[in-house]
Structure formats: C-alpha cells, structure tokens
C-alpha cells in the first residue's frame, strides 16, 4: 500500500513550472468567474426590478384610466339617477340603456349587477344578461361576483381575474374598478385586459437580456484582457525561468568538468609523483634488506615494511585509477566499467558480472564520463549499505540513446524518498545530477523489505551519441 501510494505522489507530482502556472492560473480564473457571476447576478436582479417597476406602474396607469371611465359613466347617468326614487324602474331601464350604449376601444365597457348577483348590463357578453352569477368564479378559483359586490358596498376599488375576452373568446387577466350606486344597490363597474400590457413588459425584458448580454460582452473582454496580461507575464516568467536553467545548467556542467579536470591532475600526480617515490623507496628498502642478510631480525622487520609499502602502493594506484581512469579515455566506457567491476569482485568478494553489447554510436565523453561515475557511486553504496550478495550491469545501445542498468539482491532502501526535496546520501545527488545535466533520466526501483533489491537505471538520449563517421568511432 505504501509503494503504491508513493508511486501515486510520484505520478501526479507537478514541476517547479506547473506550480508556477497554477499559481497564477487559479487566482485569474477564480476572480474572472467571480467578477462574471456577479455582474450576471446584478444583471439579473436589476432586469427583474426594473421589469417589475414597469409592470407596477403601467397597471396603476390602467388603474388611472378605469378610474376616469367609471367617473365619466357616473357623471353621465348622474342626473337621472339622482332625481329618481330607490323604485324607479323607468330610470333604471334608462340608465341601464345608456350605460350599455357607452363603448370605447376594442374591448372596454361598462356592466352593472344588483346586489343580489343578478347581470343587469353587458354589452359585449349579453349572454349574461338576466341571469344570477352569484358565487361565480374564473378558472383559477377566483371569486369574482361575490367579491365585487362587497368591493361596491365598502365604498369602491379595484378586482382583477381571468375573464374570456370578447374579441377571441380566450381567457385573459382583467383589472376591473367597481363602484356602488347605493340607492339602486347596484355595481357599475369597467374593465381593462391587461395581456398587452404583459406583452410590453416581455419587449421590456428582452431589452434588459439585450443589456445583460452586453454585460457579459463586458465581462469577457475583461477577461480576454486579463488573460492577456496574464499571458503576457507568464511568458516573461518562463523565458526568465529558462534563460536561468540554462545559466545554472552551464555553471553546474562546469563544476562537474572542473571537478573532473582535477580529478585527473590529482590522479596523475599519484600516479607520476607518489606513486613513483613510494616504488623508489621500496627499490632502496630491499637493497637494503639485500645487504643486511645477515640479521634475521632486521631483515624481518624490512620485509614487514616493503610490503607495507607495496599494500600502500597498490592503494595509491587503485584511487588513482577511480579518480582518473586512464582505460576510460583509452578504450571507452565498456572496457572501463569491467576493470571497475573486476575491481570490486576482488575487493569485496561479491559476486559480479557485468554484460554489454557493441553501440551503433559513439557515447560522448560527457556521457562516457556521466555514466561511468553513476556505476562508480552505485557499487559504492552496494558495498557500504546493500549488503548484497550479487551485483548484475549491463550496459547497452538502443532507438533511444544508452541504458547503463545496476542490479543487486541486497536489502533494498525506502524509496521513492518521503520528502521528494530529499534524493536520499549525497551520492544519489550526485547520480541525479549527472544524468539531468545530459538531459537523461534516472530510474531507482527499490522497497525497503528488500524482495527485490535494488534496480538503478541511467538513460542517456540520443543527442550524446556521436554518427558512427566519426572516426574516433569505438565500440562499448
């Protein structure tokens, strides 16, 4: 659960650049879709009050209007119905003709009901005419005759219902104002559709969509602009970011090539220098040892000493060698990592085969180098940590450049590293950035419980791979 976990990290990790990106990605689309729900939301909210506003005033208009009908209806009937007695049936039939004659627009008129619900005036609707509608309501269940009469008792005002519409029939919302002729007991009363009215409101509302549609226009050129400023910087940033990748990358290639320039000086002066007076020393001690034969005790005391020296020879040789191998500029990095690993079988003991195959191209020297120090620090770390009883390389050539893989049955480490800052002792550092300076990759497949042991893979591409013209060509 653990290796699977720690591959899952490693699979979705993110680089230096993406966390840069998503650093000033997520704020700009965060505050652009902020800024665009807002302004939608008070586009929205202003549309609605103001298509409200407008609804409420063009009804109280219509309410104005109903108000003067009903007052010029009055005015116009009130002579003979003030000089008429509470019985005149004459002066009702009168008043009930005028009323019925006074028509204006398409659909306005003037009804009267008694009070006890009976129709006594409808011009356009004369079916209604003589007959009782008390309790009568329309299709929403809104009580109409009922409540007007109560309306006209208390004095007048305004009712609005659904009522069929005398020019199509279809059923349609209706502000009405009633007024009460309290002698007669009657209710006169006028009307107005207000399903234009509705439809004026609905032109209104497209214009206010017009209006939030011009906000979001807005809004995303707002937006185009930040992502260009936005893009603008991220650019500056990378470009910023490269140019200083590329300067570490030069100062960090040449420290390893100082390093290796002085590696090779400090070789060839154990190998030319101390080396040299140590073999002259050795020469004088047994010239000595040969002219004082005739003292066993001397003469076991010198013997201890030259081979001392000649331990301590071979020692000066052997790191001359792993500073500077001389077999590696001579005859490449095949025969270079054999004398390593024939080394380090007769050193430690472990078991040890190395394999190859002959390269197509040439690996240059960086890469030569790269790779031979990457085997160097891996049988290191085999001998001092892995306890390891097998070690397996192999070194060989494919469509992708070179692959140098290390092996061991040993006890294997934690690994990928808890904190991935961390790449482990400093000689995993080493390896890491040897190969990232060749543009390679390295691989370490390891687990603590050491099942497997440990597999390090170095791959280098083919851009260190020199033509087979070249007629330094070799072969691994």
Do not use: C
Request: charged share 25%.
């Amino acid at each position: 659960m653990t290796a699977l976990l720690s591959r899952l990290r490693e699979t979705f990790s993110i680089s230096y650049g993406q966390k840069v990106f998503l650093l000033a990605t997520v704020p700009l689309v965060l505050s652009v879709t902020l800024i665009t729900l807002v302004v939608s939301a008070q586009s929205r909210q202003l549309a609605e009050r103001e298509i409200q506003a407008l609804e409420t005033q063009l009804i109280e208009t219509k309410r104005e209007e109903l108000r003067n009908y009903l007052s010029i209806a009055r005015t116009a009937v009130v002579n003979t119905y003030g000089r008429a007695a509470p019985d005149d049936d004459a002066a009702k039939l009168a008043v009930s003709r005028e009323l019925a004659a006074m028509l204006y627009g398409q659909e306005g008129y003037f009804f009267v009901f008694d009070y006890e619900g009976n129709n006594l005036v409808a011009p356009r609707q004369t079916y209604l005419i003589g007959k009782n509608w008390t309790d009568l309501e329309d299709i929403n269940g809104t009580p109409i005759t009922n409540e007007l009469i109560r309306i006209a008792r208390t004095g007048g005002g305004f009712h609005s219902f659904d009522w069929p519409k005398p020019s199509t029939g279809a059923s349609e919302r209706m502000i009405v104002y009633v007024n009460g002729l309290q002698d007669w007991r009657w209710v006169i009363g006028t009307g107005v559709f207000i399903d234009d009215l509705l439809e004026n409101v609905a032109a209104r509302a497209d214009v206010e969509q017009r209006i939030r549609n011009t906000s979001l226009y807005i809004v995303a050129i707002a937006t185009a602009a930040l992502i260009g400023v936005f893009m603008t910087g991220m650019v500056l940033n990378i470009r910023e970011r490269r140019l200083a990748d590329a300067k570490l990358k030069q100062l960090t290639q040449r420290i390893i090539d100082t390093q290796e320039e002085e590696r090779g000086r400090v070789a060839r002066e154990l190998h030319d220098g101390i080396s040299q007076m140590l073999v002259g020393v050795r020469y004088a001690l047994e010239l000595t040892r040969r002219k004082l034969s005739g003292d066993p005790a001397m003469r076991d005391s010198l013997n201890k000493g030259i081979d001392g020296l000649g331990s301590t020879i071979q020692e000066v040789r052997r790191i001359s060698r792993d500073l500077r191998p001389g077999v590696l500029d001579d005859l490449g990095l095949g025969p270079a990592l054999q004398a390593l690993i024939d080394d380090f079988r007769v050193r430690t003991g472990i078991e040890a085969e190395f394999e190859t195959v002959v390269f197509r191209n040439r690996l240059d020297r960086e890469a030569r180098i790269a790779l031979y120090r990457i085997a160097q620090e891996a049988l290191t770390n085999i001998e001092r940590h892995a306890e390891a009883t097998q070690v397996y390389i192999t070194l060989k050539g494919h469509r992708n450049g070179a692959l140098l893989q290390i092996k061991d049955n040993g006890k294997g480490m934690a690994w990928p590293q808890p904190d991935r800052r961390k790449l482990g002792g400093l000689g995993m550092r080493n390896m890491q950035e040897r190969i990232e300076q060749l543009g390679g990759t390295l691989r370490v497949l390891s687990t603590r419980s050491g099942a497997t042991g440990t597999v390090i893979e170095a791959q280098v591409p083919l851009t260190h791979m020199l033509s087979p013209q070249n007629p330094l060509k070799e072969t691994a």
